[in-house]
């Protein structure tokens, strides 16, 4: 009987030292490629949360409330607006006096309006304007009462890329904006126009956005829209006898927001009958309770509008 020459077990060996090394080599192929899927994952969930757009407000709350609401409805508001904007894929940051304040031209813009006898709550109104004009890179900024329709976060990055400044309400500053030298720009032409015999019904930042539109061109502002894409008030039909009123998802789908403000809260409870229904809700109660209705409008439109 011949015995196994040994030149054949050595060529066993290595052909299993061959596979063994093979195989091997295809773990760490795999292994790393696992690595950089999980890597390239990571990046992807960090770049999209870098995706979502922030819509700011302004709100500094004054102690007892005002304007026909206690501070807690207040607060129940801006809580309804956060949970609102986050829900339709943005961030939202809240700003406030003290924002307003690192501008550097706070102290002057103040003296002019205290100058022209603005209201307390009129002044307020103007710190917005410097405290967005104060952000690095500008952005968006909605008043408070004002909710998403079909404005999400993906449709806000799209229009940020627009350059200057930007009204969605015309001269209403519900719905705005800017990049950060174009916020600047308003900024200096409203501290500039401020005075004590300024002809217009009552200094607001609403009745001076409209005056500068009405005496410079939009070129000189730096205005690259300006538009009425907000509805004001509650996008609803009248319902019939006994009934609440509806969604009206056509008039709803119109819009990219809807601005509750005080006007139109009562308005749309008094004449056109379009406020939302709430359980023990009065005349008197119809800015106190805007939180809440704003709350029954979205989850409205989710459940009747959005397929």
């Known amino acids: 009987m011949d015995l196994p020459r040994k030149d054949s077990r050595s060529s066993r060996y290595n052909l299993l030292y061959s596979f063994g090394s093979f195989c091997l080599v295809l773990f760490i192929v795999d292994y790393i490629s696992l690595r950089v899927s999980i890597a390239g994952h990571l990046r992807d969930d960090t770049a999209v949360a870098a995706l979502r757009p ?9 102690e007892g409330g005002c304007c026909g609401m206690s501070e807690q409805a207040h607060e129940d508001l801006v809580n309804a607006w956060k949970n609102a904007w986050q829900s339709y894929g943005w961030d939202t940051k809240v700003l406030n006096e003290a924002d307003a304040k690192r501008h550097p031209d706070f102290d002057q813009f103040q003296e002019k309006l205290i100058a022209a006898d603005v209201n307390e709550y009129d002044r307020r109104c103007f710190w917005r304007w410097l405290a967005m004009a104060n952000q690095e890179d500008g952005g968006w900024i909605s008043d408070y009462d004002n909710f998403p329709l079909t404005l999400k ?18 001269w209403v500053p519900s719905l705005l904006h800017a990049d950060r030298e174009s916020w600047n720009k308003i ?29 410079l061109s939009e070129q000189e502002m730096g205005v690259s829209v300006w538009k009425n894409e907000v509805y004001s008030g509650f996008p609803y039909a009248r319902g019939g006898e006994g009934k609440g009123p509806k969604i009206d998802c056509i008039l709803a789908q119109s819009y990219l927001t809807a601005h509750l403000s005080h ?16 359980e023990g809700m009065t005349e008197s109660l119809h800015a106190e309770k805007r939180g809440e209705a704003a709350h029954i409008m979205l989850r409205d439109y989710r459940e009747k509008c959005v397929e």
């Not at 922030?54 to 004054?62: A, D, I, K, L, S």
């Not at 500039?192 to 609403?206: A, E, F, G, Q, R």
């Not at 006007?263 to 709430?278: G, L, M, W």
């Open 54 to 62: 922030v819509m700011h407000t302004f709100f500094e709350p004054v």
């Open 153 to 170: 976060g993906a449709m806000g990055l799209e229009l940020a890329q627009l350059p200057g400044f930007k009204s969605w309400q015309l």
């Open 187 to 215: 900024v200096m032409l409203m501290m500039n126009t401020i005075s004590p015999d300024l002809d217009v019904k009552t200094i607001s930042d609403m009745q001076l956005l409209l005056y500068l539109h009405n005496h």
């Open 263 to 278: 006007r139109d809260s009562h308005e749309a409870f008094e004449v056109s009958h379009t406020y939302p229904r709430i």
